[in-house]
């Protein structure tokens, strides 16, 4: 059993309400600071290892320190503030569930929170699977591979994309962020399946954004 993430949807009934993006502001960094409460309460509920139980914990809580301000300094829009908000969700709730083997996701060399120009924004995924297991990249949902939540249209480039498992995941993907202005910010999420003999034994999601700078 594993926590709900919110599917990237924005919280509207605070956007529509919202009278400016300072107040929205306010009002997101509060609501990141209150619902984190749950992804704790969620930690003590898996009565983890203390080291592991520490980790999660501290992950949760730098998510929180770092996506309020992202939303402070660098979200200009309501719907900026948005896409950084449900970021910070989909990160504590994948910080929350773990990460039983090795993924990463790497922008400009940088994870998590990245920066990048806009153009073509080169993503490598990287993955291995604990011994005697491999991995690939999976589907966020059925129809889409993967979940993206952006102030401007972007696409990532699916083509060279394997089904394929294998020992080592390390895979470049482009994403198309020419209509990007600087200041926008773009969230996706990338899917890893853990395999063994053919079979998906674990799933896993990591949440990268990046500020266009």
Sequence with gaps: MLPMDNDGAPHDEYSERATSVEDYKVTCIQFIKDISGDYLAWVDYYKLPEEEDKKRRSQI???????????????????????????????????????????GVFVNNMSGYTLA????????????????????????????????????????????????????????????????????????????IETKDGQEYERRGMTTIIHMG
């Design 61 to 103: 809580h730098a998510i929180v320190e770092r996506t309020n301000e992202w939303m402070a300094k660098i979200a200009t829009t309501i719907k900026g503030v948005d896409v950084v908000m449900n970021d910070g969700i989909q990160k504590m709730a994948e910080n929350t569930a773990g990460y039983p083997f090795q993924i």
């Design 117 to 192: 120009k806009p153009g073509i924004v080169d993503i490598n995924i990287k993955a291995v699977g604990r011994q005697g297991f491999k991995v690939k990249l999976g589907w966020h949902q059925k129809d889409k591979r993967f979940l993206i939540s952006s102030t401007s249209p972007v696409e990532i480039d699916e083509s060279n994309i394997s089904d394929t498992d294998s020992d080592l995941l390390d895979l470049h993907l482009k994403m198309d962020a020419q209509k990007c202005q600087l200041r926008d910010v773009i969230s996706f999420t990338v899917v890893v």
